[in-house]
């Protein structure tokens, strides 16, 4: 049963995923939080469906805001795979949902949420925290958030220009 509409999902795909509920018309999160997904790469893509299969469920009009892939210069081989696994998995519940799918590199969220494209995470946390009146977020939570933010903003200014 779908309990509200025209929400934006922010996701920070990562062992531990950040997830963002982002109601579009007035801005409130209506869930924030992050899930170690864990276990064998089989169980963590079973974890992740089963999270976003009943969001997708609880929710109509939505529209899903996804961290780009960044990998740090010293990066184990395996994390391109896992990730990729895990987009994966985002992209299919998405695509059976009709759920619409918007990719920003995390440069993007950062200049968007701090006016800075290299703004360190720190500073994503706290200006995260005040404009939503949070407190103790990780940076998975606060990179969902952002990500879905970004996406509200940039979603805002296309329809005014238009």
């Not at 922010?10 to 062992?15: K, P, T």
């Not at 695509?95 to 994503?124: C, H, I």
């Amino acid at each position: 049963m779908n309990t509200n509409s025209d929400v934006i999902i922010g996701l920070d795909l990562a062992e531990r995923t950040g997830i963002c509920v982002l109601l579009k018309e007035s801005r409130k999160i209506l869930y924030s939080g992050s899930v170690k997904l864990g276990g064998p790469s089989g169980k963590r893509l079973v974890t992740l469906n089963t999270l976003l299969t009943d969001l997708l469920g609880k929710y109509s009009n939505v529209e899903i805001a996804i961290e780009d892939v960044f990998l740090p210069v010293v990066t184990s081989p395996r994390t391109p795979i896992s990730l990729g696994e895990l987009r994966g998995v985002a992209l299919l519940c998405a695509e059976l949902s009709g759920a619409k799918v918007f990719f920003y590199p995390p440069a993007k969220m950062k200049l968007a949420v701090t006016g800075s494209g290299r703004a360190k995470k720190n500073d994503v946390i706290d200006i995260i925290e005040r404009e939503f009146n949070l407190s103790k977020i990780d940076d998975n939570q606060a990179d969902a958030i952002g990500i879905a933010y970004t996406h509200w903003m940039i979603s805002n200014f296309n329809s005014a220009i238009v």
